[in-house]
Every structure is written in structure tokens, then in C-alpha cells.
Nanobody, 114 residues
């Protein structure tokens, strides 16, 4: 059974930082493309960042230069380092791994507010 468990969300002031983690089990983690998505209230889910098996990354324009996606295959974990957080980054953040199939975590809330 595939499980993705996110952690690290919370409430942070504008300009602050958070690091999200997503621990995977039940899959051969290294062969999957990993990604983080987010969904704000009333909006569609959107891609935030992705990292391929070869380590190639891509980011949404809105987070370039502020967010960094990374992975640790030995720990079956993907991370999202978020710096310079803005109120518009407020959303539920979801971990995703994909190959022929897509798997999703349960989501973790990130709230950026003073």
C-alpha cells in the first residue's frame, strides 16, 4: 500500500520560512518523479515544484527564487524549502509522486499571515 505523509506545515509570518517533508512508503521511491502542488480556497490545484529522477527541477513562476525542492532517496523523502513566504502562498500543500500512476499525500496547511 502506497503512503505519502506530509509534515512541516503551519502558521508563519510574511517573510518567514517553512520546510515541508513528504515521507513515502510502499513504492520504489527513486524511480518516481516527485512534486509539490498547492490548492488555495476557491482555486484549482496548481503545480509548485517538481524534481525528476535525474534531479532536474522546475518551479512555478510565482515561487522561483524562493522555494527549493529536493529529495533524499535513501530516506524516501521529498522536501520543499519555502523562504520569503507571502500571504498568497497560503494553501494546502500536497505531495505527489508519479510514474505510470499518480499518488497523493493528504495535504498540509500552510498559512502566511501577520
Amino acid at each position: 500500500q502506497v503512503q505519502l505523509v506530509e509534515s512541516g506545515g503551519g502558521l508563519v509570518q510574511p517573510g518567514g520560512s517553512l520546510r515541508l517533508s513528504c515521507a513515502a512508503s510502499g513504492i520504489i521511491f527513486s524511480i518516481y518523479t516527485k512534486a509539490w502542488y498547492r490548492q488555495a480556497p476557491g482555486k484549482q490545484r496548481e503545480l509548485v515544484a517538481a524534481i525528476t529522477t535525474g534531479g532536474i527541477t522546475n518551479y512555478a513562476d510565482s515561487v522561483k527564487g524562493r522555494f527549493t525542492i529536493s529529495k533524499d532517496n535513501a530516506k524516501n523523502t521529498v522536501y520543499l524549502q519555502m523562504n520569503g513566504l507571502k500571504p498568497e502562498d497560503t494553501a494546502v500543500y500536497y505531495c505527489n509522486v508519479r510514474r505510470q500512476l499518480n499518488y497523493w499525500g493528504q495535504g498540509t496547511q500552510v498559512t502566511v499571515s501577520s
